[in-house]
């Protein structure tokens, strides 16, 4: 798989840095099953569910961006900082429950993807571009 893979396990070389500790995928939906469990929360995690609070939770982040200048700071706000750390946690913690409730193994499946975005957008012909693949 080239320099996307070098052949390593995508559950254990694609990791989330937190502070100043490194969690693997599967650390992080351990964490985010064992939450759950305690709460017994799993059962209203059918992927319908899962996939609309995904887009929920991403719109939320996407709200703190609004009206923000194209040169102006992202987000326009300063104070908004941590509430987008906030709600990146909780798209990921959405994305991950989504995942295990369907078998998905991110880490493959992100690997699997940029190997066919790769041949869609070869580097010598989308390189700086902005176009879909069949425009290009």
Not at 31 to 45: G, V
Not at 73 to 82: A, L, T, Y
Not at 107 to 124: C, H, M, S, W
């Amino acid at each position: 798989m080239g320099s996307v893979n070098k052949g390593l396990n995508p559950l254990t070389s694609i990791r989330c840095v937190v502070a100043d500790h490194s969690f693997s995928l599967s650390e992080l939906s351990a964490l985010t099953q064992a939450f759950n469990d305690e709460r017994d929360w799993s059962r209203y995690h059918c992927p319908r569910n899962l996939a609309m609070a995904l887009s929920v939770e991403a719109s939320e982040l996407l709200e703190l961006f609004l009206w923000s200048e194209d040169d102006g700071p992202q987000p326009p706000v300063p104070g908004r900082i941590e509430k987008a750390r906030e709600e990146l946690a909780d798209v990921a913690i959405c994305l991950l429950n989504l995942a295990d409730r369907m078998d998905v193994d991110l880490g493959q499946a992100v690997v699997d993807k940029l190997k066919i975005n790769g041949a869609k957008y070869p580097v010598e012909k989308a390189k700086g571009r902005m176009e879909k693949s069949d425009e290009l």
